[in-house]
């Protein structure tokens, strides 16, 4: 079983639906949890950085963590089809000098007009 | 504000070749982390570097080895290339040890023949 699982897609949505993007990882120790955006032939974005469990907002997005399901979201409303992308999920676990974020495989998103 | 940079954004090398790839951080950063990801995966972590010296390593050989310059620039290498080091390559960087999110650059694509 791999450390974190992401359903790949394709996901196909309409312009302006709501976008439901999920992660689910087996490792308890897992504190910091991100969603990044990856652009065809580009490095993934930051979108998304929260620690531990809960919702945060920015703008369009909403990034939830439920640590005791071992379950992280990502919403995307009013969707675009500049948010036509790879996203990624990824996370770490303790503080201070862990850089070994642990990735899914990223979620193929399209938005039609 | 400079992002990350990397050169080169393409190379195309021979099996047992030698490669070599620089990354600038982004202006205020101070630590460099370097990742493969292979098309379809999500990015796999080989090492990171702060204060010139490597921190922490993923599960990579000793074939990849970098280096960080005292402006905080890195550089990767990858010795005796095998077909399956084809992949891109992205450099991140951060500010300190601590818990500040990834900057990534777009990479360079590593094609191995």
């Known amino acids: 079983q791999k450390e974190v699982e992401q359903d790949p897609g394709p996901l196909s949505v309409p312009e302006g639906a709501i976008v439901s993007l999920n992660c689910t990882y087996s490792n308890s120790a897992f504190q910091y949890f991100m969603w990044y955006r990856q652009y065809s032939r580009k490095g993934p974005e930051l979108l998304m950085y929260t620690y531990s469990s809960g919702n945060k907002e920015d703008g369009r997005f909403t990034a939830q963590v439920d640590k005791s399901s071992k379950y992280i979201s990502l919403f995307i409303r009013d969707s675009q089809p500049s948010d036509s992308a790879t996203y990624l999920c990824a996370m770490s676990a303790g503080a201070g000098n862990n850089r070994k974020l642990i990735w899914g495989l990223g979620t193929s998103l399209a938005v039609n007009p | 504000d400079a992002g990350v940079t990397q050169s080169p954004t393409h190379l195309i090398k021979t099996r047992g070749q030698q490669v070599t790839l620089r990354c600038s951080p982004k202006?205020?950063?101070?630590?460099v982390s370097w990742y493969q990801q292979a098309l379809g995966q999500g990015p796999q972590f080989i090492f990171q570097y702060y204060e010139e010296e490597e921190r922490q390593r993923g599960n990579f050989p000793d074939r990849f080895s970098g280096h960080q310059f005292p402006n905080y620039s890195s550089e990767l290498n990858v010795n005796a290339l095998l077909l399956g080091d084809s992949a891109l390559y992205l450099c991140?960087?951060?500010f300190g040890l601590g818990n500040s999110p990834l900057h990534f650059g777009n990479g360079t694509r590593l094609t191995v023949t």
């Open positions: 202006s205020g950063h101070d630590t």
């Open positions: 991140a960087s951060s």
